[in-house]
Nanobody, 127 residues
Framework: QVQLVESGGGLVQAGGSLRLSCTAS????????MGWFRQAPGKNREGVAA????????YYGDSVKGRFTISRDNAKSTVYLQMNNLHPEDTAVYYC????????????????????WGQGTQVTVSS
């Protein structure tokens, strides 16, 4: 069983930045693709960003392209989400996810791709 622990959420003003971190309790972290999802109250869960096993491939939702950057440090079993120029509509609970099964025909930002989920961290952007 993989445990994912997110940190770094909080309250920030519009235009500000936050960096989320997610540490996985697994020794084979480099064999997992990782992703970030978010869910705002009353809205569907949304795929934000994903990164492949090596970190060489990254994928972003249209609403965050150019503002968010996903990266990973396999030596630390940690994935990051750098969020810049935050907007009030970025307010949501952000979830870290891990993909072990490597489903090649499932889109990178589909929740169906991911086997493990963290508890989430709240991000609130004030206007």
């Amino acid at each position: 069983q993989v445990q994912l622990v997110e940190s770094g959420g909080g309250l920030v003003q519009a235009g500000g930045s936050l960096r989320l971190s997610c540490t996985a309790s697994v020794s084979t972290f480099s064999s997992y693709a990782m992703g970030w999802f978010r869910q705002a109250p009353g809205k569907n869960r949304e795929g934000v960003a994903a990164v492949n096993w090596s970190g060489g491939g990254t994928y972003y939702g249209d609403s965050v392209k150019g503002r968010f950057t996903i990266s990973r440090d396999n030596a630390k079993s940690t994935v990051y989400l750098q969020m810049n120029n935050l907007h009030p509509e970025d307010t949501a609970v952000y979830y870290c996810t891990a993909d072990k099964q490597h489903r090649p025909f499932t889109p990178w930002l589909s929740a169906l791709r991911y086997d493990y989920w963290g508890q989430g961290t709240q991000v609130t952007v004030s206007s």
